[in-house]
């Protein structure tokens, strides 16, 4: 005999409680749908922490806008596609952020025009430099093959003996460390290219 935890519940019965401003309607749906969400996020951005975080953001942005809940409409649907867009959303603002880091790894993106502006520029370079010196010496290799000589994720993999999978593990990792050292600098800064290297695909 299946236990009730086993029982699907009526996912649109439940979201017209929600939307009704029943918080327990939406713990109920949380417990079902998260476990299969979290996994569906985790396979799109490749990171549990953060996959677990999109989530829960989806949530509480169920709860926040409540009132405009489509009663009617599949909520398991509705859940996956709210999951589906904010990890996209999350994919292309890494994406550029990662192409800031690397052309920070080429050139500083800081056009000195005084001396606060040179100071700031040397401070970023020494940041940088600190913040590749403590990467793995893989992942340092990656970013040096992908930065300075402008190979592919592929050609990369060659070079090491490593599979194109180990190269975007790699480099991934090596960005999120990077992404962290460099977060001072991100705001208020010009950039003015945020591309990688010609050719690196």
């Known amino acids: ?15 017209a409680r929600v939307r009704e401003g029943d918080g ?7 417990r079902w749908h998260a476990p299969a969400l979290s996994a569906y996020a985790e396979r799109l951005l490749g990171d549990t922490w953060t996959a677990d975080s999109v989530v829960q953001d989806v949530f509480v942005r169920v709860w926040l ?13 509705l859940l996956f596609r709210a999951v589906r867009n904010r990890a996209f959303d999350l994919l ?10 690397l052309r920070a790894a080429v050139e500083p993106p800081i056009q000195p025009r005084n001396q606060l502006d040179q100071l700031e520029a040397r401070e970023l370079k020494a940041a940088l430099r600190q913040a590749m010196a403590e990467l793995p010496p893989r992942a340092r290799e990656v970013i040096d093959l992908r930065v300075n000589e402008g190979l592919s994720h592929r ?5 090491m003996g490593i599979s194109v999978k180990g190269v975007e593990g790699h480099r991934a990792r090596a960005l999120a460390h990077l992404r962290r050292a460099l977060e001072p600098w991100r705001d208020g800064v010009h950039v003015p290219a945020l591309d990688d290297p010609p050719g690196a695909a």
Request: net charge negative.
């Open 92 to 101: 292309k603002q890494q994406r550029a952020e990662d192409r800031w880091v």
């Open 65 to 77: 806008g409540r009132r405009d809940l489509h009663v009617g409409v599949s909520p398991r649907a």
């Open 155 to 159: 050609e990369i993999a060659e070079v």
């Open 1 to 15: 005999m299946p236990s009730s935890a086993d029982i699907p519940p009526d996912d649109v019965v439940l979201a």
């Open 24 to 30: 327990a309607a939406l713990e109920a749906l949380f």
